[in-house]
T-cell receptor
Framework: SQELEQSPQSLIVQEGKNLTINCTSS?????LYWYKQKYGEGLIFLMM?????EEKSHEKITAKLDEKKQQSSLHITASQPSHAGIYLC????????????FGSGTRLSIRP | NAGVTQTPKFQVLKTGQSMTLQCAQD?????MYWYRQDPGMGLRLIYY???????DKGEVPNGYNVSRLNKREFSLRLESAAPSQTSVYFC??????????????FGPGTRLTVT
């Protein structure tokens, strides 16, 4: 979606290294969602951020939403093979709060 | 508690054929959604139903119709399939629409090929 830009499109990381995926909107977000998708499977919900400056962590994954609520980052510390997959950010906007618009996704590969 | 279920998992159609993709959720969610996923395009919203009895167009509704049969079920129909509709289709549901942001729960997907 042009409303939500996700970068990079793909990423190959050495096992044990850290990485960051970014998600940017030109409009203020109502809610920001991070999902993970394993190849050929459905989406698994990771985290939702709603407040400016909010940060959430789950195991080795941390997501942040900036104060202006227009940019989010997903950071993985000490990557493992289990982190491989496609990461998608999704956003709800005030004009259409019941819908989520998704970014194009980041394909993450972990090199042993 | 199965969550969101979709049938079929795979389908091959010839151009011009019709079919209905079925979706059901057992979480008593109000809102349901249909997306398609194409390489490099992420997920694009086709139609959604904010509550039982209502349906609205998403980003890419052309060539599709939907029916919110009841609170549990939301079907997607292709009346005359075209090769451009080859994609992976996902159904999703969420508890409440509009009042606050809630995550969506996704089904396993239907892989559709139109030849």
């Amino acid at each position: 979606s042009q409303e939500l830009e996700q970068s990079p499109q793909s990423l190959i990381v050495q096992e044990g290294k850290n990485l960051t995926i970014n998600c940017t909107s030109s409009k203020t977000l109502y809610g920001l969602y991070w999902y993970k998708q394993k190849y050929g499977e459905g989406l698994i919900f990771l985290m939702m951020l709603q407040k400016g400056g909010e940060e959430k962590s789950h195991e080795k994954i941390t997501a942040k939403l900036d104060e202006k609520k227009q940019q989010s980052s997903l950071h993985i510390t000490a990557s493992q093979p289990s982190h491989a997959g496609i990461y998608l950010c999704g956003a709800g906007f005030y004009s259409s709060a019941s819908k989520i618009i998704f970014g194009s996704g980041t394909r993450l590969s972990i090199r042993p | 508690n199965a969550g969101v279920t979709q049938t079929p998992k795979f389908q091959v159609l010839k151009t011009g054929q019709s079919m209905t993709l079925q979706c059901a959720q057992d979480m008593n969610h109000n809102s349901m959604y249909w997306y398609r996923q194409d390489p490099g395009m992420g997920l694009r919203l086709i139609y959604y139903s904010a509550s039982e009895g209502t349906t609205d167009k998403g980003e890419v509704p052309n060539g599709y119709n939907v029916s919110r049969l009841n609170k549990r079920e939301f079907s997607l129909r292709l009346e005359s399939a075209a090769p451009s509709q080859t994609s992976v289709y996902f159904c999703a549901s969420s508890p409440i629409a509009g009042a606050a942001p809630y995550e969506q729960y996704f089904g396993p997907g239907t892989r559709l090929t139109v030849t």
